[in-house]
């Protein structure tokens, strides 16, 4: 059975960091793209992050470049989202989500698998 956990979601003041986890169990990673998400309230879903765990390529949406890293680790079937220099405007939940195949992209309609989701909340 393919399970998605996420973990490490909080309250935290702008400019500080969190670090989310995805933990993946029933199948491994190796030929999986997974990627992050965020949903606000009254918003879309949107792609914040992915990463091929193959060959490590990473991509970013605009909004986060340079603020977040995203990274894997695949002994642990694990991975994650370093997200550092929050803004007010990062507040949402975060989920993520695996797709097999080779194409990498953050449109969340082409991801098949998906966590339940954790909650990021930046406010003073």
């Known amino acids: 059975q393919v399970q998605l956990v996420e973990s490490g979601g909080g309250l935290v003041q702008p400019g500080g960091s969190l670090r989310l986890s995805c933990a993946a169990s029933?199948?491994?990673?190796?030929?999986?793209?997974i990627g992050w998400f965020r949903q606000a309230p009254g918003k879309e879903r949107e792609g914040v992050s992915c990463?091929?765990?193959?060959?490590?390529?990473?991509y970013y949406a605009d909004s986060v470049k340079g603020r977040f890293t995203i990274s894997r680790d695949n002994t642990k079937n694990t991975v994650y989202l370093q997200m550092n220099s929050l803004k007010p405007e990062d507040t949402a939940v975060y989920y993520c989500?695996?797709?097999?195949?080779?194409?990498?992209?953050?449109?969340?309609?082409?991801?098949?698998?998906w966590g339940q989701g954790t909650q990021v909340t930046v406010s003073s």
């Open positions: 029933g199948f491994t990673l190796d030929y999986y793209r």
């Open positions: 990463i091929s765990s193959s060959d490590g390529s990473t």
């Open positions: 989500a695996a797709k097999p195949g080779l194409i990498t992209t953050l449109r969340p309609s082409a991801y098949n698998y």
